[in-house]
């Protein structure tokens, strides 16, 4: 029997512990100087380390960046995972819709990490390849909703898509194999206006620049039908809900 294990246990649960509270000082410290203003310094300062020890959990600002990054992309992909999940697999609108819900409602919570993520590069910073996996976890979402959409225009007869120049078909290359080469190059040319347009409307208002543009108090209004236009560029069949009623 190895009486070892629980110590080790232990000191893995601390270490964890002091990890994740080196991170919450470091979510603070983005939302007070900025990414490009992030100093593992002043964060082990506030965590009540000396600097020397911080680098026991990370051994450089850009580590802990990474960590932060990673944080990120994978709360937003949860959050968007979690809303997209709670939809009739066949109300393809619906599902877009949540997706699109979560997505700001999660920037609108954790403004910080969002501009992290989606504001202006750090200078100087290179993200790793470990961070790919996590950025495109709500990307998916959008991939496995247009496979299904495809499907369905394939089952129903639907028109042919719009005939593209060969050099756009080769500009949305990486999208349509990204996506396992089953989508029309139509339809990955109007998702990638689709995804841009959502986090330009979340950027717009999170940024400030829908001050004065749109009532405060009607935001999620006017996003929500945003929203259903770009549902409607994507070729989105109606809500089941809207079916309903």
């Known amino acids: 029997m190895d009486d070892t294990r629980p110590a ?3 000191r893995a649960l601390a270490r964890q512990r002091m990890r994740e509270e080196i991170l919450a000082i470091a979510r603070r410290h983005l939302g ?3 990414a490009s203003g992030l100093s593992l310094r002043a964060v082990a300062r506030d965590v009540g380390m000396v600097s020397s020890a911080v680098y026991r959990y990370f051994d450089s600002r850009d580590a802990l960046l990474t960590a932060l990054i990673l944080d990120a992309y994978n709360a937003l992909g949860a959050s968007v995972e ?3 999940a709670e939809v009739d697999r066949g109300d393809l609108r619906g599902r877009f819709e949540g997706l699109a819900r979560a997505a700001r409602g999660w920037a609108l919570a954790d403004p ?6 989606y504001g202006s590069p750090v200078p100087g910073y290179v993200a790793p390849h470990d961070t790919v996996g996590p950025a495109t976890r709500a990307t998916r979402v959008l991939a496995d909703i247009l496979l299904d959409l495809t499907a369905t225009h394939r089952a129903s007869g639907a028109p042919r898509p719009r005939r593209l120049r060969p050099e756009v078909v080769r500009a949305v290359a990486p999208v349509t194999e990204y996506i396992g080469g089953r989508v029309p190059p139509d339809l990955a040319v109007r998702a990638v206006m689709v995804w841009t347009s959502l986090f330009g409307l979340v950027s717009f208002e ?3 620049q829908l001050h004065n543009v749109i009532a405060e108090d009607l935001r999620g209004e006017f996003f929500d039908e945003a929203v259903s236009r ?5 070729g989105l069949p109606p809500s089941t809900r809207d079916r309903r009623r």
């Open 8 to 10: 080790r246990g232990l």
């Open 32 to 34: 007070e100087q900025g």
């Open 82 to 84: 979690a809303a997209e």
């Open 112 to 117: 910080h990490s969002y501009a992290l993520v």
């Open 206 to 208: 999170l940024f400030g």
């Open 230 to 234: 770009l549902a409607d560029s994507l």
